[in-house]
């Protein structure tokens, strides 16, 4: 497994990252988007996302035998105010992959970029109560309060959304 920076998508990738993306989105999973999601909707979503590549948000895939298993998104922030931290955005990994800490390879790979980058502190949001929130506090995230009925669900109904934080190097004074 390879894990590696997109700084454009071709056809192909695009693809790949559509058929992760549907995966995600019909099995449950709410990420800013409703089940069924269609092919159409999921192309548009990765053109959107390469265009926005080299403008603040960074794209990490996870490959195994050269085929996109996992991604994850980095937006770093670009106000003057704000320029210390980053958002993670979009974690997937194929059903058939997941299990073999695919996911926590990501948060680490955007983690360590985020630092080189001179990042301090990253937030993230996820549905609150889910497999994903367990898996980001166990990864040190924390979590620093809960919106109710921040989202649709993918099934249409309300839910709430936890949100997240992390310290990732000290801030020196």
Not at 118 to 129: E, I, M, R
Request: proline share 2%; charged share 20%.
């Amino acid at each position: 497994m390879q894990i590696r920076q997109l700084r454009s998508l071709d056809s192909k990738q695009i693809n790949e990252l559509c058929e992760l993306l549907i995966e995600t989105v019909d099995g449950g999973a709410s990420v800013g988007f409703l089940a069924p999601l269609t092919m159409l909707t999921a192309v548009e979503y990765w053109k959107t996302v390469a265009a926005a590549l080299g403008t603040g948000l960074i794209l990490l895939v996870a490959e195994v035998n050269g085929k996109i298993v996992g991604s994850i998104q980095l937006e770093l922030c670009r106000k003057e105010n704000g320029l210390h931290r980053g958002e993670i955005q979009k974690l997937f990994v194929l059903r058939s992959h997941r299990g073999n800490k695919i996911a926590t390879q990501l948060m680490n790979s955007a983690e360590l970029l985020a630092v080189s980058l001179g990042k301090t502190l990253l937030v993230l949001y996820t549905h609150a109560g889910s497999k994903a929130e367990q898996l980001y506090e166990y990864l040190g995230w924390v979590r620093g309060g809960v919106i109710p009925d921040f989202a649709v669900g993918t099934d249409g109904s309300l839910h709430s959304t936890a949100f997240l934080y992390k310290h990732i190097k000290p801030v020196s004074i």
